[in-house]
């Protein structure tokens, strides 16, 4: 008697990790309050003949074939203080007076909430914390604090206040200094009115993950771009939480990130950076960005950190 043949599907607890398509650079052309933006056009028209010169220099070092795209972030999180359908076209009219255009344009909010997802929440649960030398474990972790640190704790064993106690007062130590310290706590959330309200630090951390294709939710990309034709309409809401303004534009996702931003973004993006230190990526993600960089000769540095840029201007 011949034994029957048997096909078997074999399923893995992992879904398939879904690739993106990635430009060398996401150029971030800056990031205002909303309540900056009440001034009107001449304020956008000023921040964008301020950057145009960085602009024009990143583009010059980033010659074709080399791929950019552009990108804006609102801040429609914190307030909500004028629609996209006064907005947008003020932004686009603006840029292009300063002779670039805009590709991408995202709401703050995203980062917080996109859909069914909260991309914070997913950030939220791969941060993993960075335990100082010595360590002694009394810290809480970062989902019950709402804090990450780089630095050593400065609580005492027995939890009395260092104002209180008699022995001699001790600096904080960060972790990893090569000389001097440089101590940070970072706040990434509080609660307001029973719900939890994200830090700009931290909305900032989820936006530089976006950019840089690295968080994935059951397989998929967390936010796709969405081709936007329509009057814009007037709740930010409303609105995709990435939408696509120009026809033929570059990969939203990129390699590398750099963004050009007022000086008093410097602590907040100070913060990212302790955030993104300790942010664990899926490493299936890791693996397939590694293998898309060497497939197109693309020098990846290795962490998160190193793949974002800053250029900061107390005029922009």
């Known amino acids: ?28 052309l800056g990031h205002l309050y909303m309540e900056d933006l009440l001034d009107g056009p001449e304020t956008l028209r000023r921040h964008f003949e301020r950057i145009g010169p960085w602009v024009d220099f990143v ?35 603006a840029a292009h007076d300063a002779g670039f255009g805009i590709d991408y344009l995202v709401r703050e909010s995203a980062c917080a909430s996109a859909g069914d997802v909260s991309p914070a929440e ?16 009394l810290r809480p972790p970062v989902h019950i604090t709402g804090w990450v640190s780089n630095s050593k704790d400065r609580l005492r064993p027995d939890g009395l206040d260092e104002a209180l106690a008699t022995r001699p007062w001790h600096p904080p130590e960060q972790n990893g ?5 440089i101590c940070m706590e970072v706040q990434i959330w509080d609660e307001r009115d029973g719900r939890r309200r994200w830090s700009c630090a931290m909305l900032s951390a989820v936006w530089q993950l976006l950019r840089l294709g690295l968080l994935r939710h059951q397989g998929k990309p967390v936010v796709s771009p969405t081709r936007w034709t329509a009057e814009y309409p007037d709740r ?17 996702a990129a390699f590398q990130t750099m963004s050009l931003l007022q000086a008093r973004f410097a602590d907040v993006e100070a913060a990212v950076r302790t955030i993104l230190d300790q942010v664990f990526v899926d490493p299936a993600v890791t693996e397939q960005t590694a293998a898309q960089a060497a497939a197109q000769k693309v020098d990846l540095p290795g962490d998160v950190v190193g793949r974002i840029s800053h250029v900061f201007g107390a005029g922009f």
């Open 1 to 28: 008697m011949t034994e029957p043949e048997l096909e078997v599907d074999v399923l893995t607890s992992q879904p398939r990790v879904e690739l993106v398509p990635r430009s060398h650079l996401s150029l971030e």
């Open 59 to 93: 583009r010059a070092r980033h010659p074709a074939p080399l791929r950019i795209s552009t990108c804006f972030l609102v801040d429609d999180y914190f307030s909500q203080l004028t629609s996209p359908k006064k907005l947008v076209p003020e932004l686009l009219d």
């Open 122 to 137: 997913l950030v939220l649960g791969r941060i993993v914390s960075d335990p100082p030398q010595g360590s002694n474990g």
């Open 177 to 181: 200094a090569r000389t001097h310290g």
């Open 236 to 252: 930010w809401e409303d609105l995709p939480p990435l939408v696509q303004l120009a026809d033929g534009a570059q990969p939203f």
